[in-house]
């Protein structure tokens, strides 16, 4: 009776709001007026339609005008607030209302059909539908009115053939050879759009060929219909009147460089150093960079002709180094030259080498830590004078949980100092990258160390360095590879309470024993958010972490003893870590309104130690719940497995696993100005890879752990300043893991009018940032 109940009123309270505000979105229109709820475009279902989905997004484009915003797609928030205001607001409060938060009404008036059906038919046209029809009805409700297009396509027109000039130019001659590789096929729809994409693939084609004062609007297609059967020939030419420069070839003459080139300044009467290496005038005035670094980043030649891919490549080569502010390649005409020729300036302005910085900042953190933190640091883009970047950052801050309902039970503060060095290319014996790439590869080399106190509890000590690379292979991918990477982990317990509390998790206290752990490092990175033209943006992230095994090969070679648990190889007196760990990240975010998303992620891991080690490292562990993760769960508090959690929660045991699954779907939406409501559901676990013999339930079966899923809901509220996010989630548990099979679902036990429920159950985390 109490989960019905709680149904009549989740359900009866919304559908409520909306019969209030629906009547009162209308009530104030005058009583000629209806409100423009939106148009549709339907097609009629004798016709066939080819690449029907491109069509209709072609065509719901030009719709206008644009209903008023709904919130959840349910009602007209924005016009209720208008109404609200009142025609007279003006001033103060109900004028800030009125302007801010609302919107005005959207009426039929406001909508001309004659003139959106007319773009229809146009841009039917450019899909390759010339006979297209268009008719719309008005349908008028007592207060609304919508709009329907019915579109009649008619048969698409097919390309018969494709006719490329004759090669009675050296220009012509190049444009029927890119006509080997069009794109264009005998059979497919005309439509306008690849037509223009031919003419600058063509015109791209030229560019690498030497055409460098070419232009895509030199080209033109004909087209001709007369041919029947809905088929039309293309023909494609060259303009008439095009300029003679256009129709030469260059090759590339002297090339200048100005790495220190300062606005206003005669470059010529400064007199700066002229230093001529590998076909390059070097020419600058402070001698702050090696002039031989420019025969790696710059690659146009003298001699050869002059090449558009080689011309981007220097730009973002350039770019990609982090020194200068700004990259201008200018190309001159030698007319003195006996040959079509350009002389090529490239302008370098630097930026400030030497940098320091420092930034009091709010820190937010995935084990539902928070606090106030201060970083410094200090930074030159030009170590050696190669554009190498050396960096020293120290980092420091203050923590203590805000959300959950361990709030303020555990503090901790973290210390951590990094050194950096970035060498603008690759140091490796054998050649890895192309000159292709059309970012920078780096060598990175990283030296640094940590200290992380919870007070009352642990002390972790943790040195590093690293020495790796890092890449781009695409727009959107960032590879980095670390072959090799040592970290030297010493953990302390200061706090006997804590020992005894963990008396029965003898995988965590022997995760905090001091160890080596040295191996080498993967991680891929995709992410396409950047393209704001895309309504659905992926972002992917894979790691791989292998440590121990060439040692441990070593030590089998080399010895006759094996390792135990009891008694494991060392290095200088300490053991080693040895296993192999894998995670990725994958999130998925769609558009489904002008300011609202949904995102879903995905997270899954694994960490399998053998040979020298029994566990995981404690610093290497899966752990869930908490601000980012399960947010109905306080961090580090859920798993593995069905184990129950500690009766005292303000127990200081940190539950990790070497297996993590887990996955989310969220709902964001705009609600007014700059707050943003979210909805969301969060479901997980984490399990040990095999059972420690002292807690059962805590190790994966491939049969069960779908079963062990904790699963958790809420809401949100978010402060979307762009810079700075400040959240707001209140979660509550669906599924309770812990729970006798059978009795894991709790939601007929939901009971938002019991304080005893509320107190149990609700998690309150506060958190800077999106969670994902």
């Known amino acids: 009776m109490l989960m019905v109940k709680n149904l009549i009123y989740i359900v009866s309270i919304p559908i409520l709001v909306l019969l209030i505000a629906g009547c009162s979105t209308t009530r104030h229109l005058a009583e000629e007026e209806k409100l423009y709820t939106g148009a549709k475009v339907k097609f009629e279902k004798e016709d066939k339609i080819y690449d029907k989905r491109e069509v209709r997004r072609e065509l719901e484009e030009v719709l206008r005008p644009s209903p008023n915003d709904k919130f959840l797609g349910l009602f007209r928030h924005r016009l209720w607030f208008y109404n609200i205001a009142g025609e007279d607001a003006e001033g103060g409060i109900r004028g800030w209302i009125r302007r801010r938060l609302g919107q005005p009404p959207v009426l039929l008036d406001h909508a001309n059909p004659e003139n959106t059906s007319v773009l229809m038919v146009n841009r039917m046209e450019n899909q390759g539908y010339f006979n297209a029809e268009i008719e719309y009805e008005t349908r008028e409700r007592r207060r609304t009115a919508n709009i329907v297009y019915t579109v009649r396509p008619g048969h698409p027109y097919l390309i018969n053939n494709i006719t490329f000039p004759e090669p009675e130019t050296e220009l012509t001659e190049e444009i029927r050879r890119a006509g080997d590789e069009t794109i264009l096929r005998e059979g497919e729809i005309f439509k306008l759009a690849r037509l223009r ?163 009091f900042r709010a820190v937010s953190k995935s084990n539902d830590l928070a606090g106030p933190g201060l970083n410094m640091g200090y930074r030159n883009r030009n170590f050696f004078r190669g554009a190498e970047s050396f960096s020293v950052d120290l980092n420091s801050s203050f923590e203590t949980q805000l959300g959950g309902r361990r709030r303020g039970m555990l503090d901790q503060y973290h210390i951590g100092i990094e050194t950096e060095l970035q060498i603008p290319r690759i140091i490796s014996p054998v050649p890895i990258f192309t000159r292709e790439s059309l970012f920078v590869p780096r060598t990175r080399i990283r030296l640094g160390y940590e200290v992380v106190d919870r007070l009352d509890e642990l002390r972790l000590n943790s040195f590093s360095t690293r020495f790796g690379y890092v890449w781009m292979s695409g727009r959107y991918v960032r590879q980095e590879f670390d072959p090799v990477s040592v970290n030297y982990v010493r953990s302390r317990l200061h706090n006997p309470t804590v020992e005894t509390e963990n008396q029965l998790d003898p995988v965590f206290l022997r995760g905090l024993e001091p160890q080596f752990i040295i191996g080498s490092t993967y991680s891929l990175f995709f992410n396409n958010q950047t393209d704001a033209r895309r309504r659905i943006h992926v972002y992917f992230n894979f790691n791989l972490d292998l440590s121990g095994n060439t040692l441990h090969l070593l030590n089998t070679l080399f010895r006759s003893d094996e390792a135990t648990e009891d008694s494991p190889f060392t290095l200088f007196g300490i053991s080693y870590s040895q296993y192999s760990r894998a995670d990725f990240d994958l999130r998925y975010y769609m558009k489904t309104g002008q300011n609202s998303r949904l995102v879903t992620r995905m997270i899954a891991g694994a960490g399998i130690p053998y040979g020298n080690s029994a566990s995981m490292p404690y610093v290497k562990q899966f752990f869930t719940g908490g601000t980012n993760s399960i947010r109905a769960f306080p961090a580090r508090s859920l798993g593995p497995g069905t184990l129950s959690p500690p009766e005292d929660e303000r127990s200081r ?12 779907l969220e709902y964001r939406f705009p609600l007014v100005s700059i707050v943003r409501g979210a909805l969301f559901v969060d479901a997980g676990n984490i399990w040990m890879i095999r059972s420690d013999g002292a807690r059962e339930g805590t190790a994966f079966n491939f049969d069960t752990f779908l079963g062990e899923f904790a699963v958790g809901a809420g809401f949100g509220l978010r402060l979307d300043a762009s810079f700075f996010v400040l959240r707001f989630d209140l979660a509550f548990p669906l599924r309770k893991p812990y729970l006798a099979t059978g009795e894991r679902w709790v939601i007929d036990e939901i009971d938002f009018g019991s304080s005893q429920w509320r107190r149990d159950n609700l998690t309150f985390n506060i958190a800077i940032g999106y969670p994902f």
């Open 197 to 359: 994409k031919e003419r600058e693939r063509i015109d791209i084609q030229l560019k690498n060929r030497g055409f460098y004062f070419f232009n895509a609007d030199y080209i033109r297609f004909r087209a001709d219909s007369t041919v029947g059967e809905h088929k039309v020939n293309l023909y494609l030419a060259v303009r008439d009147g095009i300029p003679d420069e256009a129709k030469k070839r260059y090759r590339v003459g002297n090339i200048f460089v100005y790495p220190d080139y300062a606005l206003g300044r005669d470059e010529t009467a400064a007199d700066p150093d002229t230093v001529f290496t590998h076909d390059k005038y070097i020419i600058q005035h402070n001698g702050r960079f090696k002039p031989e670094m420019f025969t790696r980043f710059v690659f146009l030649n003298t001699g050869e002709y002059y090449n558009r891919q080689d011309h981007v490549l220097t730009i973002n080569r350039l770019m990609g180094l982090g020194t200068f502010r700004f990259v201008n390649i200018r190309f001159h005409q030698n007319k003195e030259a006996a040959d079509a020729t350009l002389d090529t300036h490239i302008y370098l302005r630097p930026v400030y080498e030497r940098t320091l910085r420092a930034e």
């Open 653 to 664: 045991i940190d539950r990790t696993g070497d297996i993590r699954i887990e996955t989310n």
